[in-house]
């Protein structure tokens, strides 16, 4: 350390006093807020877990502008509680069955913590050695655990990259995809491109083959069935990718799903990446929610195939623990990233860069400035170990087994798609709607009957559940993993299901 003393706090450090990082009111409003967060997990079944504001309810009840004098935390957070709280939807409620779940946990927690505790803006190696090299290292952890093949591994040819969300990750892939592409065959036949999917793909493919100037002609999202669960067929991509190439076009990206958004269906990766190698295609591999099921040996199967791919990314902040945000994303050949991505400012010229012997990740996502994401991650898996992660899962995995079984007990249900992971999709069944001479079951009215189902549930604020359309079936979605969830949560929501499907469909007129 030379001449200089760091190894010892400076006595007098009255300096940062009443700054805005005074030390002695951080230590002490933190203490507070430490109980107030966890009082708001102790109380959080209190709430209707939909918030049942109304549209401009916050406007009335704070203040035109800002205050210009100091405001103490314990009004600022009396406010939170008035004001705030009741707009939220609680999504760490364990009767939160909506969408995917965003499970927290105290690790998650902790480590969000620590990330905003240095603030690095971590965006090459020199500018904080240690988020960058935690991130490697984790990345590789997490890559092991979900038995990645080494290509995609640091410690093999490949590597792993944090980013904020699945739409970043598919920016950057695609984007590498697209200059690998149109580096053999000329920038000028960028309207020849073309990106496959299926129609249960998520949105974020279209999206992104916009954002980086795919026509949006050249999207194709294959149709699925129910007969082969909504999953992507390799027979109709191999047919629709060889019509393309009949008409001139280049086909070039293909996104695979591991645990569609709709109904967690997985598309077969093997067969799928077969027929992207015969065409020269770059392969992503979207496992948003269902890639974290994968580090337990028993799910491991649906990523089987993944060495085909190019790249495969899950995000961690879905059914992780891990706090909001954090999507994992490994490639398989990071310079094909880094062509695409990299910048070259002279502010950030460093010996360390051009030694080429670290990681700089700027190079590797879109923005400059990143957080140092690792740091939590690192929290959650230290904290809870493999055999508990996967535990957690598990018992994530059982309770929706259990409300599919629920779900299987009463003959007016049916379960839609065979349940993958944790997410059970099903609904009123148009046989159950015909029976009970509500209408004649056709698919319009079977639909209404199933959302209006749904509205009620909603409304009772007990649970909060959401829908999908499948095949045209509207279904009702219940996705367990809130980490607060137990059995007796999940069997309560079956009770306001079944309650308010007597309202609709009484047993007696059976
Ligand atoms: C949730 C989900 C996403 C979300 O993307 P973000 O960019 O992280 O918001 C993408 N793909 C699938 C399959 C999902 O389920």
Redesign the pocket.
């Known amino acids: 350390m030379g001449s200089l003393n760091f190894d010892h706090p400076q006595e007098n450090n009255s300096a940062h006093m009443s700054g805005p990082l005074d030390l002695v009111e951080l230590r002490r409003q933190g203490h507070m807020m430490i109980d107030f967060i966890t009082d708001y997990y102790q109380n959080i079944e209190k709430h209707p877990v939909l918030s049942q504001v109304q549209p401009g309810y916050l406007k009335q009840r704070l203040p035109e502008s800002a205050p210009y004098n100091p405001e103490p935390i314990e009004t600022i957070l009396r406010d939170v509680q008035d004001h705030i709280v009741p707009g939220l939807t609680h999504w760490q409620s364990p009767n939160h069955f909506a969408?995917?779940p965003a499970t927290i946990s105290t690790a998650g927690f902790l480590g969000e913590m620590l990330t905003t505790c240095f603030n690095v803006v971590g965006f090459n190696w020199m500018a904080s050695p240690a988020a960058t090299e935690l991130e490697t290292i984790v990345m590789d952890w997490l890559g092991d655990m979900l038995k990645l093949p080494n290509s995609f591994l640091f410690s093999g040819t490949g590597g792993g990259v944090l980013h904020?969300?699945?739409?970043?990750?598919?920016v950057c892939t695609m984007a590498a995809a697209r200059d690998q592409i149109l580096s053999r065959i000329g920038e000028e036949n960028i309207g020849k491109l073309v990106v496959y999917g299926s129609d249960q793909?998520?949105?974020?493919i279209q999206k992104v083959s916009q954002i980086v100037g795919i026509p949006s002609k050249n999207f194709r999202a294959i149709e699925t069935t129910i007969s082969s669960s909504f999953t992507l067929s390799p027979e109709t991509l191999r047919l629709t990718v060889c019509s393309d190439m009949k008409a001139g076009l280049v086909p070039f990206y293909l996104c695979a799903?591991?645990?569609?958004?709709a109904t967690t269906a997985v598309d077969p990766l093997g067969p799928l990446c077969d027929v992207a190698k015969d065409y020269g295609m770059w392969v992503h591999v979207?496992?948003?929610?269902?890639g974290s099921a994968c580090i337990c040996p028993e799910f491991r199967q649906y990523i089987d195939g993944i060495e085909g791919a190019n790249s495969f990314s899950f995000?961690a902040?879905?059914w992780f623990f891990t706090a909001l945000?954090c999507?994992c994303l490994w490639v398989k050949n990071p310079s094909a990233l880094t062509k695409s991505m990299s910048t070259d400012l002279e502010v950030l010229r460093n010996k360390a860069s051009e030694s080429k012997r670290v990681v700089d990740f700027k190079d590797w996502q879109i923005a400059l400035t990143r957080r140092f994401r690792a740091i939590k991650l690192w929290l959650v898996l230290r904290s809870y170990g493999v055999a508990n992660l996967r535990n957690f899962l598990r018992s994530h995995v059982k309770m929706a087994k259990r409300f599919e079984g629920l779900v299987r007990t009463d003959e007016r249900f049916e379960v839609v798609v065979p349940r993958n992971f944790a997410l059970v999709c099903f609904r009123i069944s148009p046989s159950a709607i015909s029976k009970a001479n509500l209408t004649p079951s056709d698919e319009k009215c079977v639909n209404e009957v199933n959302c209006k189902l749904l509205e009620a549930i909603n409304g009772s604020g007990w649970v909060y559940m959401t829908h999908a359309v499948v095949g045209g079936m509207y279904v009702l979605r219940c996705a367990i993993g809130a980490s607060l969830t137990e059995e007796k949560h999940v069997a309560m929501a079956w009770k306001v299901v079944q309650e308010h499907v007597d309202a609709i469909l009484p047993l007696t007129m059976y």
């Open positions: 969408y995917f904020g969300s699945t739409h970043e990750s598919v793909t998520h949105s974020v799903t591991v645990g569609t958004t979207d496992a948003a929610y269902a995000n902040q879905k945000d999507c």
